[in-house]
């Protein structure tokens, strides 16, 4: 659910070869959270979603799933906020103002019954839990800002081809000769003749490095390859578009969001090899998703999406 970057600064708490001695969130700080969340799934999905088996995890049903999932989240959100404390992270006048405001919109919008299966959470605890998920999301943010570095579009360029596919040299070879010919139709021949029946490709430069590639990306727009062998095949290739501006912007798009999540992970996981937080109140074994059948809140993330704006 986050992202985040190089905790360069960062110091750390002293390392004791265990679990952090850290101040957990409150029952009704937890369940707020977690009800929302509830609700926003049972109001789309209804209440049988929990009772739906699960394979390949610890948990056999999605219930017992998502409450641990739960607080694996609301542990994570725990740890940013204290690399936020160590990196000097802290929520401006401004920020809290807007904190305060949709803490009260959330707030006024609860029922009795909402207010009730969230452990009767008070206004302060919405603040609070308000206030700990703008610090982790601005710390994520923090973290991933080294990995924002421009990436020029010739090192991911989208080219799209025809390309005709055989086992045989002298079958590619006579090929070549026939889709030079003035007037000859590449894609006719290519159907009657290559062993892939997927004529038309997009390559991407990151994708690979290798003969086949090399020569794709050194044609101009409507120039045809000689026969290039790759892994025992022959192929040869005609340049349809030499650069898609459009899949070349959706594929920076990508790449960046990755080298974004890359840094991330490598920072908190660096950070959390070293500090291990987790929660240990008994009030997570005793959480039963059935629960409140009437309550219905589910935004408390829409509107922290829908109003703050992380700088």
């Not at 019954?113 to 959470?121: A, R, S, T």
């Not at 070879?173 to 997009?202: C, H, M, W």
Request: charged letters at 30%; one cysteine or more; hydrophobic letters at 40%.
């Amino acid at each position: 659910m986050l992202l985040a970057c190089s905790l360069v600064s960062c110091k750390g708490v002293e390392i004791t070869g265990r679990t952090e001695a850290i101040d957990e969130y409150s029952e009704a700080q937890c369940r707020l959270v977690l009800f929302s969340e509830r609700n926003r799934y049972q109001n789309a999905l209804g209440s049988s979603i929990w009772e739906l088996p699960l394979e390949g995890e610890q948990e056999t049903s999605y219930g017992p799933y998502f409450i641990s999932r739960m607080k694996e989240f609301l542990e994570d959100i725990k740890t940013l906020n204290l690399i936020a404390k160590e990196t000097g992270i802290v929520a401006s006048a401004a920020d809290m103002d807007a904190i305060r405001r949709i803490s009260g919109e959330f707030y006024d919008g609860l029922t009795e019954e909402d207010k009730k299966v969230m452990g009767n959470c008070s206004l302060e605890d919405v603040i609070a839990m308000y206030n700990e998920y703008f610090l982790a999301c601005k710390t994520a943010q923090y973290i991933v800002s080294e990995a924002d570095e421009e990436i020029a579009d010739a090192d991911v360029k989208v080219i799209r081809i025809q390309e005709i596919i055989v086992s045989d040299k002298e079958t590619a070879e006579d090929l070549v000769k026939k889709v030079n010919v003035k007037g000859a139709n590449f894609a006719y021949y290519a159907r009657q003749n290559s062993e892939d029946p997927e004529i038309e490709k997009t390559l991407s430069r990151v994708d690979e490095h290798n003969a086949r590639f090399n020569t794709a990306f050194a044609l101009e727009q409507g120039e045809i390859s000689g026969v290039v062998e790759q892994d025992g095949k022959y192929h040869i290739i005609k340049c349809i578009n030499s650069y898609d501006e459009e899949a070349t912007a959706e594929n920076k798009v990508l790449i960046q969001n990755a080298q974004k999540t890359e840094a991330f992970f490598k920072a908190f996981n660096g950070y959390t090899d070293k500090h291990i937080i987790r929660f240990r109140s008994d009030f997570w074994k005793d959480i039963d998703l059935t629960a409140g059948s009437e309550s219905k809140a589910d935004n408390f993330f829409s509107i922290f999406d829908e109003n703050i704006i992380l700088d």
